[in-house]
């Protein structure tokens, strides 16, 4: 099955009850295979507001990437995601990072996702449980993005394997 990269995050609420609700509700369209671990961010876009919960999950899946994509928005308001400003605060968001070594540019959907070098809550997360990873555009390694990118990140909790 293919492999895919899949950031979470959370700041409004009981944010780790948001992303464990989402985790379980995943595993009806595959399987999680390993969870980075849950580090507490600055917000990004819009810094006036609460601290985030992010994260990435490995998960395999028969999902091409746009239906995970419609599976991800439609989870996101089964978990209880209200509609708020852009990087506003938000209960749960669920974000494609990559998707095996697909290139997909579609005004809904850029894989691989079209801040996943500028975000230290997207890069340094998913390096934790892949650290091989190439990108599929630049073909260069995204650990040697790491290294110019500032780590803000702040360890939360560890979730037990799948």
């Known amino acids: 099955m293919p492999v895919c990269y899949i950031a979470f995050g959370s700041n409004v609420g009981d944010r780790l009850a948001y ?86 540019m579609l005004s809904f959907l850029r894989v691989p996702h079209l801040y996943l070098t500028d975000r230290d809550f997207f890069l340094f997360p998913l390096l934790e449980i892949a650290p091989n990873l190439i990108h599929p555009i630049t073909k260069a390694p995204l650990s040697e993005k790491a290294q110019s990118l500032e780590n803000r990140l702040k360890p939360f909790a560890c979730l037990l394997p799948p």
């Open 19 to 104: 992303i464990l609700k989402a985790l379980e509700l995943l595993k009806e369209y595959g399987k999680i295979e390993k969870v980075s671990t849950i580090y507490e961010s600055k917000p990004w876009g819009v810094e006036e507001q609460a601290p985030f919960l992010n994260g990435v999950f490995e998960f395999t899946t028969e999902l091409d990437p746009i239906r995970l994509l419609f599976v991800l928005k439609d989870l996101e308001k089964r978990v209880g995601r209200k509609p708020r400003q852009r990087w506003g605060p938000r209960e749960i968001d669920l974000d494609i990072l990559l998707y095996e070594n697909h290139i997909v």
